[in-house]
Nanobody
Framework: VQLVESGGGLVQAGGSLRLSCVAS????????MGWYRQAPGKQRELVAS???????NYADSVKGRFTISRDNARNTVSLQMNSLKPKDTAVYYC???????????????WGRGTQVTVSS
């Protein structure tokens, strides 16, 4: 399974970015998908997640500013980020809890990450 992110970049504080991620490979089913981020010197943290049924979960720090969505038919997940702040600067990673063909259960799959930098 491959997860490929796109949409990162440099933006000024108050601006917006949209991240996208597509999962490909021998995928039988995907449970939850989500976005995590890791800033320099910090642990990776959950930003937002969404189940196959559309239930969402957000970190308190991004509620009201970020919106996660997914297209189950295309195995894609997106993150619309508005009102960006310098503290949102991090590498953002796509995650999918996927059942890969031939496996016996779901497992976490990760993208390589995309850099988001917010300047003040």
């Amino acid at each position: 399974v491959q997860l490929v992110e796109s949409g990162g970049g440099l933006v000024q504080a108050g601006g917006s970015l949209r991240l996208s991620c597509v999962a490909s490979g021998s995928i039988y089913s995907i449970n939850a998908m989500g976005w995590y981020r890791q800033a320099p010197g910090k642990q990776r943290e959950l930003v937002a997640s969404i189940t196959s049924g559309g239930s969402t979960n957000y970190a308190d720090s991004v509620k009201g500013r970020f919106t996660i969505s997914r297209d189950n038919a295309r195995n894609t997940v997106s993150l619309q980020m508005n009102s960006l702040k310098p503290k949102d600067t991090a590498v953002y990673y796509c995650n999918a809890n996927a059942w890969v063909t031939g496996d016996f259960n779901f497992r976490d799959c990760w993208g390589r990450g995309t850099q988001v930098t917010v300047s003040s």
